[in-house]
């Protein structure tokens, strides 16, 4: 967060939201916060199918000690700078991962939420000197989804019509070798499903 920002905020805070910004903002804090991230990264490798019971319990109190300490953050932030919050980027990160670290431990088990824990690492760019690269790469990638979202539905109407052509030409060819009851042109769908085995060359 810029310097700019900060001094916005500060002359709006009392003296307790001015103490606990000075907190949140030191260089201190923040490095402490990026030396658990990298620590919880550590610990997401180390997970296995066949650990021991000992191990998981061991995890299991980490990883909740990991997620305290990130509401921690979280409410001293918010009290801190109130709406502002959400105002940068890296912090609705943090708040969606927060989010997803509690829905994950105590509402919905699945797969994908672990994934999305691992977004946090971005926090750790700013403290390097290429993370800035990084950074401007991530930004042109963002800036770019609505071109890349028109290439998408040019790929989808070339899909479209030939599977429509195949469905046409090839309905009624004889299942043998890498014709199957998958890849085929007798509906419109496995006419769609062939099409992009093909495109991508997975098929």
């Known amino acids: 967060m810029g310097n700019d920002w900060y001094t916005s905020l500060v002359c709006h805070q ?15 804090f923040e490095s402490l916060v990026v030396a658990l991230i990298c620590l919880n990264m550590v610990e997401m490798m180390m997970e296995t199918d066949d650990q021991s019971m000992q191990t998981d319990m061991k995890m299991f ?19 801190a700078v109130r709406r502002h919050y959400f105002s940068y980027g890296l912090n609705i990160l943090d708040f969606v991962c927060l989010l997803s670290d509690v829905l994950q431990k105590y509402f919905v088990s699945s797969t994908l939420i672990p994934v999305l824990r691992l977004a946090r690492i971005i926090r750790v760019l700013p403290f390097f000197q290429w993370g800035s690269g990084i950074r401007m790469l991530l930004v042109g990638f963002m800036m ?5 979202l028109n290439i998408d539905l040019l790929f989808f109407l070339v899909l479209y019509t030939y599977s429509f052509v ?13 014709v199957d009851d998958m890849t085929n042109f007798e509906t419109f769908g496995n006419s769609m499903i062939s099409m992009i085995l093909v495109s991508t060359s997975s098929g």
């Open 144 to 148: 770019s989804l609505p071109a890349l």
């Open 166 to 178: 195949g469905m046409r030409t090839f309905g009624n060819v004889k299942k043998d070798w890498m």
């Open 14 to 28: 009392n003296r307790f939201q001015a103490q606990l910004f000075d907190l949140v903002t030191v260089p201190l």
């Open 61 to 79: 109190w980490f990883h909740f000690v990991v997620i305290i300490f990130f509401c921690i953050e979280f409410f001293l932030k918010i009290i």
